[in-house]
């Protein structure tokens, strides 16, 4: 395609393109590759990815040298990801994916049947909607994992707190997720009552994208079916047992008619915590750490524990220090086998006394003494 020829198609997809969150930082990095065409991934199945472009939606597949380069999964596109294709339009098949744009955001997760592998989930996600609602679901150590995993993708998190109108003590809980949010608005919301969902409109900025994550059932559907104006996705009554039913089974793009992108994304409810940082999640514990006499304290049985000494007092939940933990521990372990996961506990377990080789050289000891 000679030069001139791309400029005025490259010129014409961009405002298209704009809509779907392509800012001046991907139109500057896919001036580059001045032979191909920006668009971006709605959806995938499979090896089979469905982009948009200026001239609308089509199927497309990676190219055979992308496939060969590609060293990780992390490196192969994902929904919300920025790509430069071959072509614009279906006309003559299949579009040709040669490339990925930098991600602003990603959320990540261990793959399935890969060792030390990472999965992208979505990309390029400016808001997430962590969804939690007021009747069963409601699980505060489930809240912490999501806020985790939200700040450590780069996107900014937005608890939403949905079926408002199923719960007796509203201000209760919204005084119990302040407490553990730290830096995250909270929105109250009920299917019975729309103004309460348009409180979500502000935070979807034209241009930007905003993704859903939250357990089956908690209403993730009919809120994104409520800020699109019609029914986009299938909604589903909750069990018997107030469990929920997955409504959505696959992460699809949906453009609003008054601006911005949403993200429907089942598969974010088997994210992990490998690699993330608590530190923003649990702001008030690292905050206190600080304090504790040992700059590597672990918080167990270290003497100045200002950590300890928050829960001993009253000023700490309990519950909150815990799941801390567990989340550190969680961490350590994903993406480890069996055989690894076991290596690290023994190591955990014997690091006061200087390791397992430590151990082993004291037994020997004492056997040659006859202990």
Not at 75 to 89: K, Q, T, Y
Not at 118 to 135: R, T
Not at 169 to 186: R, Y
């Amino acid at each position: 395609m000679p030069p001139s020829d791309f400029s005025k198609q490259e010129e014409h997809s961009v405002k298209k393109l704009e809509a779907y969150g392509f800012t001046q930082n991907f139109k500057t990095e896919a001036s580059r590759y001045s032979a191909f065409i920006p668009g971006r991934i709605i959806s995938q199945s499979r090896d089979l990815y469905k982009v948009v472009t200026d001239q609308g939606e089509f199927f497309a597949t990676l190219s055979g040298k992308f496939r060969h380069e590609a060293n990780h999964l992390e490196e192969f596109p994902a929904v919300g990801d920025f790509v430069m294709l071959d072509r614009s339009n279906n006309e003559n098949g299949n579009g040709i994916i040669h490339h990925v744009l930098t991600r602003k955001s990603s959320f990540e997760r261990t793959a399935v049947g890969f060792k030390n592998e990472v999965q992208i989930v979505a990309a390029n996600i400016d808001i997430v909607f962590i969804c939690m609602s007021l009747n069963n679901d409601y699980n505060l150590s489930r809240l912490e994992r999501y806020l985790s995993v939200a700040w450590n993708s780069g996107a900014v998190p937005v608890v939403v707190l949905t079926k408002a109108d199923l719960c007796k003590n509203v201000p209760q809980k919204q005084a119990e997720i302040g407490s553990i949010a730290l830096g995250a608005d909270i929105v109250t919301t009920s299917s019975q009552d729309a103004a309460s969902i348009d409180m979500l409109l502000p935070f979807i900025r034209e241009n930007s994208t905003a993704a859903f994550i939250g357990s089956s059932g908690v209403g993730k559907s009919t809120l994104i079916n409520c800020l699109a104006g019609k029914e986009i996705l299938v909604t589903r009554e909750i069990r018997q047992d107030d469990k929920g039913r997955h409504a959505s089974t696959r992460r699809e793009l949906i453009l609003l008619p008054k601006g911005g992108v949403l993200i429907d994304t089942p598969g974010m409810r088997e994210l992990g915590v490998d690699s993330v940082d608590l530190r923003q999640s649990f702001s008030d514990i690292d905050t206190l750490a600080t304090q504790c006499r040992f700059k590597d304290c672990a918080h167990k049985k270290e003497p100045g524990c200002a950590v300890r000494s928050a829960v001993a007092d009253g000023s700490l939940d309990p519950r909150r220090f815990e799941n801390y933990i567990k989340l550190k521990k969680e961490a350590r372990y994903e993406g480890l086998n069996s055989r690894q996961i076991e290596a690290e506990k023994t190591s955990e377990m014997f690091k006061d006394f200087g390791g397992v080789k430590n151990v082993r050289k004291i037994m020997k000891e004492k056997n040659k003494r006859g202990y």
